[in-house]
């Protein structure tokens, strides 16, 4: 159980376009989804904090405008690299955190390695 | 804030041997703490976790023990394997309602056959 799924697992794309990039829980509902970027032997950083039907709330010096995350269900959460630079080459991780209770249990995503020439 | 401190690495062993990855943290409230497993190209994979003191995670022969006197949740495992080279994280979940990750840096472990 508790399997979160991301798609697509590697994306390239040309400078200035716009990459999506889906994370899904598949058997359990998740009111939070996070975020997460990843350097090359790195630690991960936190973007952002997504909650199911409400604006995402963004880690201080990550752009809203350039990361835009939605999160219309409790399953599925997007996020949307606009206007995609060189830079903005990394590896992105999602997580979801099982609704309702206390749980702060998050299970990971795969993760999408984006390559932007 | 909060924040995780973990041993560096990499850190290389022979197959059988044991492994110890230390971890310490410092968090205001009563932290829950994890660690997680990320294999080459891929997400992270939780491997054990504990939410109060004195509480043991253990999984896969792994084992990890939540030690509030010394703010410490040190992975040991008796007799490592091969298949278990990967880079793993301690991490704690803060005690605000969002209960965001903070991650340490991750350690690098290698092991021979």
């Known amino acids: 159980g508790a399997v979160v799924s991301q798609h697509p697992s590697r994306v390239i794309c040309k400078s200035g376009t716009s990459v999506k990039i889906e994370c899904r829980s598949l058997?359990?509902?998740?009111?939070?989804m996070f975020w997460y970027r990843q350097f090359p032997k790195k630690s991960l950083m936190l973007m952002a904090t997504?909650?199911?039907?409400?604006?995402?709330?963004?880690e201080q010096g990550v752009e809203k405008d350039k990361f835009l995350i939605n999160h219309a269900s409790l399953t599925l959460s997007t996020l949307t690299v606009t206007s995609a630079h060189p830079e903005d080459s990394s590896f992105y991780i999602c997580?979801?955190?099982?609704?309702?209770?206390?749980?702060?249990?998050?299970?990971f995503g795969p993760g999408t390695r984006l390559t932007v020439l | 804030g909060d924040s995780v401190t973990q041993m560096e690495g990499p850190v290389t062993l022979s197959e059988e041997a044991f492994l110890t990855i230390n971890c310490t943290y410092t968090?205001?409230?009563?932290?829950?703490l994890f660690w997680y497993v990320q294999y080459p190209g891929e997400g992270l994979q939780l491997l054990l976790k504990?939410?109060?003191?004195?509480d043991k995670g253990s999984n896969k022969g792994f084992e990890a023990t939540y030690r509030k006197e010394t703010t410490s949740f040190h992975l040991e495992k008796g007799s490592v394997q091969v298949s278990d080279s990967a880079v793993y994280f301690c991490?704690?979940?803060?005690?605000?309602?969002?209960?965001?990750?903070?991650f340490g840096s991750g350690t690098q472990l290698t092991v021979l056959p």
């Open positions: 997580s979801a955190r099982t609704a309702g209770g206390y749980s702060d249990t998050q299970y």
């Open positions: 058997d359990f509902q998740a009111t939070t």
């Open positions: 997504s909650n199911e039907g409400s604006k995402a709330t963004y």
């Open positions: 968090a205001t409230g009563y932290p829950s």
């Open positions: 504990a939410t109060k003191a004195d």
């Open positions: 991490a704690l979940s803060s005690s605000g309602s969002a209960r965001q990750l903070t």
